[in-house]
């Protein structure tokens, strides 16, 4: 059965410009840099879109800067904790949002735990989740699922999460995890 938590809806690609990236990290091992490197094509990419176009070289500094962080959470988070063949990842816009989603198979055992993990992250206030998840962490380094990368997208670049689990037809120990973050497009 499909789940979705957060703000997850479907992706129209209304506004034209969208490019998807497939890894494949069974075939190769992703390092971090390439996680890196692969936010930083998208950000620049859409700086270049008209839609998304910043006005000033501050403003553009900013979009870039955002983009890339969005999406390096996303792929890192995806390439991470994936057990499929593949990871995608789809930027692209979709009316006056800039959509950043990537899916990724996980173990069908982790949804209890993602799914409680994702609920308080959207349940709360994001700023105050934050703090709290910054002093937990400091108490105990070693507790992992804080969550910091999700609650600083939505605090520091107002970004609107929401995953979707949806079970693999053909392999009922996986589930796709479907991770979405939607970005308003500032007019120039």
Known sequence: MTACIGDFREFTHQGGARVTLVFFPAD???????????????????????????????????????????????????VKFSIGERVEVTVGLDGDE?????????????????????????????QELLFARVEMNAENPEAGGSGLGFLTMM????????????????NPNNVLLETMARLEVKKP
Request: with cysteine; proline share 4%; hydrophobic share 50%.
């Open 28 to 78: 190769f091992q992703v390092r971090w840099s390439q996680c890196s490197a692969t936010a930083d094509f998208f950000a620049e990419y859409f700086a270049a879109v008209p839609a998304c176009k910043p006005a000033d070289d501050d403003a553009r500094a900013e979009f870039i800067g955002t983009v890339s962080y969005v999406v390096n959470e996303l792929v890192e988070n995806a």
């Open 98 to 126: 800039l959509v950043a989603a990537v899916a990724n198979q996980i173990l069908a055992t982790t949804v209890e735990l993602l799914s409680t993990t994702f609920d308080e992250l959207v349940a709360g206030d994001p």
């Open 155 to 170: 605090s520091d670049y107002g970004a609107k999460i929401g995953w979707r689990f949806t079970p693999v037809a053909d």
